[in-house]
């Protein structure tokens, strides 16, 4: 557990386990997914303690305020030691589940189709 005073923001992501791999951490930084303190952050971006850490990835936000600094992955409890989760909980699988999908090469939809598509993704 190597402890400084900043690290990367696509590293640390990583060595606390909220992406399975340093590469999926870079890309989320690249396409906008991940904010520090409020603005976008590049992968290379320095990350302190105290800061807030947004993440958008698999499907659900989850935001962390940093408390340890780390660049090298450690095991799961002493990860869950690093950050403050605030995120709000995961969806229901219910509510995951509520999206329509569409067979493949079942054409475009209906107009009444497209209505009731709408109308579960609360258009």
């Known amino acids: ?3 400084h005073a900043s690290a990367r923001v696509d590293a640390w992501i990583w060595s606390v386990r909220l992406t399975k791999t340093r590469s999926i951490a870079a890309t989320a930084c690249r396409a906008g997914h991940v904010k ?3 603005e976008r952050a590049k ?4 990350v302190r303690a105290g800061d807030e850490i947004r993440l958008f ?3 659900r936000e989850r935001i962390v ?5 780390l660049t090298k992955r450690v095991g ?3 990860a869950a030691e690093a950050y403050v989760d605030n995120s709000p909980p995961p969806p229901s699988p219910v509510e995951a589940a509520a999206v329509g999908v569409r ?3 079942a054409g475009r939809p209906t107009k009444r189709e497209r209505r009731e598509l709408n109308q579960l993704r609360g258009r």
């Open 1 to 3: 557990m190597a402890d």
């Open 36 to 38: 520090v303190n409020g």
């Open 43 to 46: 992968p290379a971006q320095p």
């Open 57 to 59: 990835h698999a499907g």
């Open 65 to 69: 305020v940093v408390r340890q600094v």
């Open 76 to 78: 799961a409890p002493a």
């Open 103 to 105: 067979d493949r090469g």
